[in-house]
Nanobody
Framework: QVQLVESGGGLVQPGGSLRVSCAAS????????MGWYRQAPAKEREWVAV???????NYADSVKGRFTISRDNAKITVDLQMHSLKPEDTAVYYC?????????WGQGTQVTVSS
């Protein structure tokens, strides 16, 4: 089993920046891909960004150029640095980790972009 705990998030004005972080514990040796998803009110959960254990990244078109995902393989943490935030980025952000045959999720952290 893998446990994921998010931190960061909060309220930020449009155009601002915010960082969310996630720390993994448990059977961390099995983790390969880590990333972030988000779910806005009345919408389905959507993929935001992922990073492999080798550092290969991939981003949703809606956040490309504004968000940066990074990973510390020693600490088994994954961060999402968000810039130029828009009201449509408002959502609960979920940390995600994959191991062979298993997907894991954190509890989520709220990000609200509003003036």
């Amino acid at each position: 089993q893998v446990q994921l705990v998010e931190s960061g998030g909060g309220l930020v004005q449009p155009g601002g920046s915010l960082r969310v972080s996630c720390a993994a514990s448990g059977s961390i040796h099995a983790i390969n891909v880590m990333g972030w998803y988000r779910q806005a009110p009345a919408k389905e959960r959507e993929w935001v960004a992922v990073i492999s254990s080798g550092g290969i990244t991939n981003y949703a078109d809606s956040v490309k150029g504004r968000f940066t995902i990074s990973r510390d393989n020693a600490k088994i943490t994954v961060d999402l640095q968000m810039h130029s935030l828009k009201p449509e980025d408002t959502a609960v952000y979920y940390c995600h980790a994959r191991a062979p045959g298993r997907w894991y999720w954190g509890q989520g952290t709220q990000v609200t972009v509003s003036s």
